[in-house]
């Protein structure tokens, strides 16, 4: 037994959705794992993405998904309860996602728009599950990397160090020789947002909407001078911080 309180040599891992697209979990569900031994690790107990199984003994759970209704809030406290580890993975169990757009509108206008006439009583605003139960890591990314995720239960199944990049996308948008977005007129979040998704989008020619969160220490002010020097709009900037819902301390600061 290590110090977490299960057995090292064969981890009891769950996965669990709640409201997401299931774009995480079926990152994981790739047949061709990066790391050999991350599956030699794993006794998988609960994972509908890949297995009919629903056992509930599990020691680590990873969960997907905001929650946006009050039956998911006790689920997720089921799960809490049994789970020695809880891991948050995902844009919208890291910071409520794309969900939390609704956040903005008037409940019963969502209801009806989506809805129609049918009555629904159960939809509260998106959030990320931190809000109700204690999260021991969170991997964030829309989806995440899928190579982090193994690298992270890895690191818990070997008591080893676990850490997310701490400097900028832009690091490694430097490193992979792009153009600036922000050369382009393009407002980029990159100068601000955490790394680890190898600049995937804006090696594509796609703006960083910050998708990971915000970076260790960030200098928001800075930030915003830029986008005014570049004469962009910062009406365009308030939206794409706004997307992911991961810079909502930095906008509700500001406001």
Do not use: W
């Amino acid at each position: 037994m290590n110090h977490l309180g299960f057995d090292i040599e064969k981890l009891k891992i769950g996965s669990f959705d709640f409201t997401c697209c299931e774009g995480c979990q079926l990152q994981l569900a790739n047949k061709e794992s990066t790391l050999p031994e991350f599956l030699a690790l794993l006794d998988i107990r609960n994972f509908r993405e890949i297995s009919s199984e629903r056992l509930d003994d599990y020691d680590i759970a990873l969960v997907e998904g905001s929650i946006t209704r009050q039956d998911e809030v006790e689920r997720l406290k089921a799960i809490r309860a049994q789970a020695k580890v809880l891991v948050a993975y995902g844009t919208c169990a890291c910071f409520g996602g794309m969900n939390a757009q609704k956040n903005k509108f008037d409940k019963e206008e969502c209801i009806r728009t989506v809805y129609g006439d049918k009555e629904i009583d159960t939809m509260q605003e998106s959030h990320k599950i931190s809000d109700f139960v204690k999260v021991d890591y969170s991997i964030p990314g829309c989806p995440v990397n899928k190579e982090e995720v193994e690298r992270i239960v890895v690191s818990i199944a070997t008591r080893s160090p676990i850490s997310l990049p701490k400097y900028p996308v832009c690091v490694e948008c430097k490193q992979r020789l792009n153009t600036c977005l922000f050369d382009l007129g393009e407002v980029c979040l990159g100068p601000i947002s955490r790394a680890g998704c190898d600049a995937v989008c804006p090696s594509g020619k796609t703006v960083c909407l910050g998708c990971r969160g915000p970076a260790d220490d960030i200098n928001y002010d800075s930030f915003v001078q830029l986008v005014r020097e570049h004469g962009l709009s910062e009406d365009e900037m308030k939206e794409k911080l706004a997307f992911y819902n991961g810079f909502a301390e930095y906008l509700n600061h500001e406001g």
